[in-house]
């Protein structure tokens, strides 16, 4: 059993700054010995990581972090998911439509309250 254990990490395939091999890398140089993606809404990332984590010789594991609804938001994460599924596709598009719904509101306010963004 891995003793240096990262559950919950994000790429910029969500709000992180880094590619997923990056990622990876990163968490490699750090003494991270399994590490888990789990970017909002999308599993876009986890092919890039898990084949860099094979390259650098870091466990990997396929995860997800998903903003279940809007207002009080509640993000639960996922493991070890089926990132090939259609239907999981199909509703991560449905929940990333509603977040940029959610966040042309925010800017909207933003600006009817005079603030320059």
Known sequence: MPRRVDLHTHSRHSDGTASPAEVVRRSKARGVEML?????DTVGGCAEAALEAARVGL???SGIEINTRDGDMLH????GINTGS??????LTEFR??????IRSIVERLRAAGVDI
Do not use: K
């Open 36 to 40: 888990v993606l789990t970017d909002h």
């Open 97 to 102: 439509s509603r977040r940029a719904n959610r």
């Open 59 to 61: 466990r990997f594991g």
């Open 86 to 91: 259609s239907r999981l596709a199909d509703r």
């Open 76 to 79: 639960v994460l996922g493991y």
